[in-house]
């Protein structure tokens, strides 16, 4: 990706993407696609695998919406806010079992509504606070102790590796574990392996019978309530919210973009890194890029997607000055 200012390129971002289709083949890439990668809250959908494979779905009767919440990276808009407290309701906890502390809305918009209006933030407000509540769930389903649902140690966490671990192929014990921003577990694997992982979530034809039926509602609920997924005028959600392909979107801190799509009965994934952690300008520049490249959104229909605005480069009047534009083919295999 290049930052111009002008007519010169002032500024580059370099990024490395792996699409593979279900079945595991690489079918096209850029850079090194088998260096380890933190997926931060890219793997959201697979922890929302683990809490409906524990049970818990069924005993608290968690409807879709709830369910795109806990695989989604909210903005912390009402809608947001009022389903992670009415998940936490129905299995009997309040905002004080949530330990994923708290931080700004990502929604600009949001966080000026909440300043003007004096509002303090809990952790209700956190991105992750619907991933979460989904684990205090499986925890209690479990009959684990909900207050150190975050130990990686912890079953809640063991089966989150195990899903991840069935889907990327990667064994277990060699997917690396730290610690996100939220506090849980925070997983690695390759990017390649994270495009193969995408690419049976949203075609689990493959997998066990029980990866195969979360998989399906995971995704389902995700595309039948996009704005859960990120919020009103992300890319998440509108590339979620896209009609053609069955698009899903995901994004992860440190610069991390994770898709996927349907094309021919065929399942296929995108995973992304941008090389230097930029999770704004690049990426979406990167995401843009990338979907157009594929065929999944017209070059008419990628520029009006809302974030597509802030790859303009401006000066402190407003003036454009310069454009985040992409500068890479991906290459076919």
């Given at each position: 990706m290049?930052?111009?200012r002008?007519s ?5 971002h370099s990024?490395?993407?792996a699409?593979a289709?279900?079945?595991?083949n690489?079918?096209a890439r850029?850079?090194?696609?088998d260096?380890?990668?933190?997926l ?6 697979f922890?929302?695998?683990a809490t409906i494979e524990?049970g818990?779905?069924?005993r ?5 919406r709830?369910l795109a919440?806990?695989?989604g990276?909210h ?7 009022e389903t992670?407290a009415?998940i936490?309701a ?15 809305p990502f929604s600009?918009?949001?966080a000026?509504?909440?300043r ?5 933030l ?7 606070s619907?991933k979460?509540?989904g ?5 209690l389903?479990?009959g684990?102790?909900?207050a ?5 140690k912890?079953p809640?966490?063991?089966?989150v ?6 889907l990327t192929g990667?064994m277990r014990?060699?997917?690396?574990v730290a ?12 990017l390649?392996e994270a ?9 689990p034809?493959?997998?066990a019978?029980?990866h195969?039926?979360?998989?399906a509602?995971?995704?389902?609920a995700?595309?039948?309530h996009?704005?859960?997924v990120g919020?009103?005028?992300t890319l998440?959600t509108?590339?979620?919210a896209h009609p053609r392909h069955g ?5 992860g801190a440190e610069?991390v973009?994770c ?9 296929f ?6 090389a230097?952690g930029?999770n ?7 995401t ?9 959104l017209?070059a008419t ?8 605005a ?8 407003g003036?454009e ?10 290459q076919r295999t």
């Open positions: 290049e930052v111009t002008g010169l390129v002032e500024s580059v990024a490395a993407i699409v289709d279900s079945r595991g690489i079918t850029l850079g090194g696609i260096h380890l990668v933190f931060r809250s890219s793997a959201k959908p922890q929302a695998m524990s818990a779905a069924e608290f009767g968690f409807v879709p709830e919440v806990m695989a990276s903005s912390s808009e009402p809608i947001h806010i992670v009415g936490l129905r299995i009997g906890l309040d905002v004080t079992a949530l330990q994923c502390g708290t931080h700004a600009k918009q949001v000026e509504e909440y003007r209006a004096g509002r303090p809990t952790a209700l407000e956190h991105n992750c619907g979460h509540s684990m205090l769930a499986a925890a389903t479990g684990h102790d909900p150190t649902y975050l130990d990686p912890h809640v966490q063991q089966r590796l195990g899903v991840l671990a069935d990667r014990d060699r997917i690396i610690i996100d921003g939220c506090g849980a577990p925070t997983l690695a694997v390759t390649a495009a193969r992982a995408f690419a049976r979530l949203v075609d034809a493959s997998l019978p029980e195969a039926l979360s998989a509602r995971v995704v389902a995700m595309r039948e996009p704005v859960m919020g009103e005028g998440d509108e590339l979620t698009l899903i979107a995901k994004r610069g973009q898709a996927a799509f349907v094309k021919d009965g065929v399942g994934g995108v995973a992304a890194k941008i230097d930029d704004y300008r690049a990426r979406v520049a990167l843009v890029e990338i979907v157009r490249q594929l065929e999944l017209s229909e990628a520029a009006r997607l809302t974030e597509v802030t790859l303009a480069v401006r000066n402190n009047r003036r000055v310069g454009v985040t534009r992409a500068s890479f083919t991906l």
